[in-house]
């Protein structure tokens, strides 16, 4: 599976495909040992996306490997591929594509060109900022399920306090300035779980922000997001 990871980022560097890894990149291309299976989660640049699956699929075809899944969501895009190595062993990744950016039900908090915007170059392939790298750890959980990741919190909370001004900046714009600065010092002590108690409230902040900057995006997506849902 490592050839084929590194091929993958060899074409798409190539190509000029505009994307980063997102997390649990440290290891690539081998497998992350912290995970039970091979999983690959990137953000792609919209525009990107379709030279990006043309890539895929020829790498795919290339080396012999099979499309298992293909789930499509507004948020993600899905590709479980595998191959049949001998009757013991079956050597698969799950490829998940985020696009668009990170949002909540078409709301979007971070929009694809702030994120790849601060991409940098790891090894031989980009990834996220590391403030960006943590802040959807913590964000993409806590609207989405209602919980921290309890392998993440150290990391996230070290992170976050290293790039205290821009998260004070993004917290301001995108949660108003009450709730943005009540956050903030949560952050600042270390108090990460007890955000959880204001994820109504800043869900619904994320609704406003997002229609105020985003209009048609936000409009958009959502309706695609109930539609997809709807599909599966």
């Known amino acids: ?3 084929f990871i590194n091929e993958l980022f060899k074409k798409l560097n190539k190509n000029g495909i505009n994307y980063a890894v997102l997390r649990n990149y440290e ?3 081998f497998k992350d040992i912290s995970t ?3 999983d690959l989660d990137l953000i792609v640049l919209l525009k990107d996306y379709k030279r990006f699956l043309n890539i895929l699929n ?3 075809s290339k080396n012999k490997f099979k499309v298992a899944k293909n789930i499509k969501r507004e948020y993600v895009k899905t590709f479980q591929i595998y191959r049949i190595e001998d009757d013991n062993f079956i050597n698969a990744i799950q490829i998940d594509i985020h696009i668009k950016g990170q949002n909540w039900w078409g709301n979007f908090y971070l929009v694809e060109k702030e994120i790849l915007n601060k991409r940098f170059l790891f090894k031989d392939f980009f990834v996220v900022s590391k403030f960006h790298e943590n802040l959807i750890k913590w964000l993409d959980k806590l609207f989405w399920g209602n919980y921290i990741k309890e392998k993440y919190k150290n990391e996230i909370l070290l992170e976050l306090n290293k790039n205290a001004k821009e998260l004070e900046i993004f917290l ?3 949660f108003g ?5 009540i956050i903030f010092e949560m952050i600042k ?3 990460i779980e007890e955000t959880l108690n204001f994820r109504a409230k800043m869900i619904n902040k994320i609704k406003f922000y997002s229609l105020k900057r985003y209009p ?4 958009k997506s959502s309706i695609e997001f109930f539609y997809f849902e709807l599909l599966l």
């Open 27 to 29: 290891n690539l291309p």
């Open 177 to 181: 300035k009450n709730l943005g600065s």
């Open 36 to 38: 039970e299976y091979f």
């Open 1 to 3: 599976m490592d050839e």
């Open 172 to 174: 301001l714009s995108v």
């Open 189 to 191: 002590k270390n108090q």
């Open 58 to 60: 020829k790498i795919s």
């Open 216 to 219: 048609l995006l936000t409009i």
